[in-house]
């Protein structure tokens, strides 16, 4: 496994693969890696010649007042974890040299970019639809894994990935849990026991709710939830919708295919979950 700081270096590296015919994987992440991450890179391995994983805690995802300076760095970890899952190449480039002072492109999605999580952290998928399209043409990936728990960031880059003809591939894969039923994330680590307790309780409600959205009326689906979600300890909600699948637009009683979407703090933490449905 090679650790590569220099993005023209990471791309003529690339270069060289697709010549030689290799089909390259790539796993954007912002490093803290976890089971999640894992299944991503995994699913990499299995699928591609070789494995690309990006590690960058992306400065220009992150709004004045978020936890980017707090944002977990355990560097000598992430990398025996891409070791020990037969990764090829680790790109884990300086911010100075994804972003120097004179950087001035930025990719937009719009519409998609503003609402949910959107409307709560300005600039944020500007920042995430960026970082990506740099990653793409750095590693010339014809795969490229996300999570579906991210599933805003997904469409999003799916959008930006058709809309920009990237010829990289979106591999949407399935969330990873922890017993409670909380979705894995990197930013877990800030709750204590009880908190990581109470938090799974989203994902049991958004469970419940895709059971309700089979038989009851969308404005009773997300009555019952968001009760339910209020009622857990030291919550509070930034938003919990029920969108349509495919393009996030508001559902209707004749969505057939949604996602309720929901950010809900626990304690000083923010998290986000979501859940598929079907009529
Ligand atoms: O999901 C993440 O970890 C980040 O938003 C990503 C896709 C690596 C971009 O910085």
Redesign the pocket.
């Known amino acids: 496994m090679k650790v590569i700081k220099i993005a023209a270096e990471m791309q003529q590296i690339a270069l060289k693969h697709v010549k030689a015919g290799d089909e390259i994987g790539l796993v954007?992440?912002?490093g803290a890696l976890h089971d999640g991450h894992i299944s991503l890179i995994d699913k990499s391995g299995k699928n591609d010649d070789i494995t690309i994983v990006s590690i960058?805690v992306?400065p220009t995802?992150f709004g004045p007042n978020e936890d980017y300076l707090k944002y977990p760095r355990p560097i000598d970890k992430d990398l025996k974890i891409c070791k020990k899952h037969h990764v090829d190449y680790v790109f884990l480039p300086s911010v100075a040299e994804m972003f120097s002072d004179t950087h001035k492109t930025f990719v937009e999605v719009s519409q998609m970019q503003d609402i949910l999580c959107g409307a709560f952290r300005k600039g944020h998928f500007r920042g995430?639809a960026t970082?990506?399209a740099k990653l793409f043409n750095i590693s010339r990936a014809d795969r490229a894994y996300?999570g579906l728990k991210?599933f805003q960031?997904l469409k999003i880059i799916e959008k930006m990935a058709k809309d920009l003809n990237f010829t990289t591939k979106i591999v949407a894969c399935p969330t990873i849990r922890e017993k409670s039923a909380l979705a894995l994330s990197s930013r877990n680590s800030y709750l204590n026991a009880a908190q990581k307790v109470n938090a799974g309780l989203i994902s049991q409600i958004l469970k419940e709710a895709k059971e309700n959205f089979k038989t009851k009326p969308l404005k009773t689906v997300l009555g019952i939830a968001l009760k339910k979600l209020k009622s857990i300890p030291e919550s509070k909600i930034d938003y919990a919708e029920i969108v349509d699948f495919y393009d996030l637009s508001p559902a209707s009683s004749k969505t057939k295919k949604a996602a309720f979407l929901a950010a809900v703090w626990v304690g000083k933490t923010r998290l986000i979950d979501n859940m598929a449905m079907n009529k």
Do not use: A, E, S, W
Request: net charge negative.
């Open positions: 954007p992440t912002m960058f992306n995802q995430v970082v990506v996300f991210d960031q």
